[in-house]
């Protein structure tokens, strides 16, 4: 698609990626939007949780569309429902997780577009298996994301 061009994704379209244990719908990628940002659909699946990290590049944009999420981010936590949703500036250390005891559906407003690179990437390693932490972080450092020990 070029850049600048209307784009409409159906309920059903986007590319979907499982992303360590998630499924990441990409509806709009840095390409689509010209490298400004980036929108995905993800599934948080109950009782799941993403580590403590922050990102030097990006910041990150989410609202609940269904189910809880809970944010920690600098010494808050940001308890977010159905249609609630949260700003997290880049270069703030932040994790977050599903607290419920049934999937939360969200969107990821990346800003600007190009994490999902690493995402893409993190969605290569076999569902099977826990991901090698090294081996996260090496790609995660590609895409200016380090993980931080928890607080």
Not at 19 to 34: D, I, K, M, N, Q
Not at 52 to 58: F, G, I, K, M, S
Not at 91 to 104: L, M
Not at 129 to 135: A, L, R, T, V
């Amino acid at each position: 698609m070029k850049p600048g061009s209307p784009l409409a994704v159906s309920p059903s379209g986007g590319q979907v990626h499982h992303v360590l244990g998630a499924p990441y719908r990409f509806l709009v990628t840095s390409e689509a939007s010209g490298g400004a940002f980036a929108l995905i659909e993800a599934v948080a699946p109950a009782g799941s949780a993403v580590p403590r990290h922050l990102h030097a590049r990006e910041d990150e944009t989410f609202f609940v569309l269904e189910g809880a999420m809970e944010v920690q981010c600098q010494n808050s936590v940001i308890e977010l429902e159905k249609n609630a949703t949260a700003v997290l500036p880049r270069g703030i250390p932040h994790s977050y997780r599903n607290p419920g005891d049934s999937p939360a559906r969200y969107l990821v407003l990346i800003t600007p577009g190009g994490f999902e690179k690493c995402l893409e990437e993190f969605g290569r390693f076999p569902v099977n298996q826990p991901p090698d932490p090294e081996m996260l972080a090496a790609i995660g450092k590609r895409y200016g994301l380090e993980f931080l020990p928890p607080s």
